[in-house]
Every structure is written in C-alpha cells, then in structure tokens.
C-alpha cells in the first residue's frame, strides 16, 4: 500500500523567511511519480512539480526547490524569502506505475505568511 | 485552454435528494479523476475513468454513489439519495497518460451542502 504522511499540520513564517515542508513517502514499487500541489484559500488545486522515481535530481523553480532522496523517501519542498502569497494548504502526492493512476495524498500543510 | 470545468460550483440540496455533479476534462486528456475532500478525510479518490472505461471504483462510499463518462469530453457523478455525510468539495481532475503517468489538472471543484 502507498502511503504520504506530512508531519507539519501548520506552519506560521514572517515574509522574507525561508520555509521547508517536509514530505515523506511509503511504496513498494519501484517506479512511481511524486507531486506537490497548492490549494490556496480560493480552494482550487494547483499542480506545483511532478517527479519520477528514477530522476533524484533536485529542481529549482524560482522561489521553489525541491529535494528528492530515495535512501529516506523524502520529497522535500522549500520556498525561498516567502511571500504573503505563498499562504496555502500544500499537498503532497504519490502515484506507483504497479497501481492505477490513483494519487494517494497526505494531508497537507496549512502554510501562513505573515507580513 | 480553458483547464478541467466543473458545474455546478456551488450546490446546496436536501436529504434524500438526487444531486449530479458534472465535469469536462481538458481536451485531449484521457484520464480522469473524481476525488471527494473532507475534513476528516482529506483528499480521497471516488473513481477513475480511462479512456472513458472506470478502471477503479473501490474509492465510491457505496451503492448512492454512481459515476459516468459517456464520452472524452464529459463525465458526471451522481448521488442518489443524498445524505448530510456527503456533504463536500468533490474535485473533477484530468491527465494525459501513455504508459507514464503525468500530473493531474483539478477543476475548481464542486461544494456540496446537503441539510
């Protein structure tokens, strides 16, 4: 069975901080694709990053990095000088190759930027 | 591209009613994904499609619960009756797969109220 736990229900940074939202997964398969998704408080879903199993490259985008390390089944993701606009629910997601489609979910960090 | 829309954005219903909650996928798309999030539960999958064909189910509550894809370009989810417990925002989602699996795209979802 695949399983995401994201330890931190809620974390609360003055703007300009850096932030990491930790991510950890469980799977026996050994292809599978991991995501992050924003929801902000309009509610919608917003795809952030998509990784496969296969490319433990870390990835930059902006104010956003990801670390990925299969020896801990981390996806780590990290925002650099936040903003007010970065206050979301955060999602991390994981789909195996071996199952369906299904993308199992943890159940998010609450993220508030303080001005 | 218009991105995954979903109708109605807001429906509010009583005890015992039937509700249908309607979807149209990106264009091009061939998967596509009915989640339910709560609360309680999170971000849950009910069903998903394939090429219009349900490949998993096991995520619908029970019997009330019914979903079709007549076509690639529309699905609906149907409850019937519907009960206070499915009170919910259930999220239509898309994707393009061949062989690998990539991100799925969410609608704004539908907020459902039912008294």
């Known amino acids: 069975a695949q399983k995401v736990t994201q330890a931190q229900t809620e974390i609360s940074v003055v703007e300009k901080e850096d932030v990491t939202l930790d991510c950890v997964y469980e799977?026996?398969?050994?292809?599978?694709?991991l995501f992050w998704y924003k929801q902000p408080p309009s509610g919608e879903l917003v795809f952030l990053i998509r990784?496969?199993?296969?490319?433990?490259q870390n990835e930059i985008s902006g104010r956003y990095s990801w670390n990925f390390q299969k020896s801990t089944s981390s996806f780590n993701f990290t925002i650099t000088a936040s903003q007010v606009v970065d206050s979301a629910v955060y999602f991390c997601?994981?789909?195996?190759?071996?199952?369906?489609?299904?993308?199992?979910f943890g159940k998010g960090t609450k993220l508030t930027v303080n001005p | 591209d218009a991105g995954v829309i979903q109708s109605p954005r807001h429906e509010v219903t009583e005890m015992g009613q039937e509700v249908t909650l309607r979807c149209k996928p990106i264009?091009?798309?061939?998967?596509l994904f009915w989640y339910r999030q709560t609360m309680m539960r999170g971000l849950e999958l009910l069903i998903y499609?394939?090429?219009?064909?349900?490949?998993?189910d096991s995520g619908m509550p029970e019997d009330r619960f019914s979903a079709k894809m007549p076509n690639a370009s529309f699905s609906t989810l149907k409850i019937q009756p519907s009960e206070p417990r499915d009170s919910a925002v259930y999220f239509c989602?898309?994707?393009?797969?061949?062989?690998?699996?990539?991100?799925?795209?969410f609608g704004p979802g539908t907020r459902l109220t039912v008294t």
């Open positions: 997601a994981l789909t195996t190759q071996g199952g369906s489609e299904k993308l199992v």
């Open positions: 264009s091009g798309h061939n998967s």
């Open positions: 799977t026996r398969d050994t292809t599978y694709y």
């Open positions: 499609f394939n090429n219009n064909v349900p490949i998993d």
């Open positions: 989602a898309s994707s393009h797969t061949q062989g690998v699996f990539y991100e799925q795209y």
């Open positions: 990784r496969n199993s296969f490319d433990e």
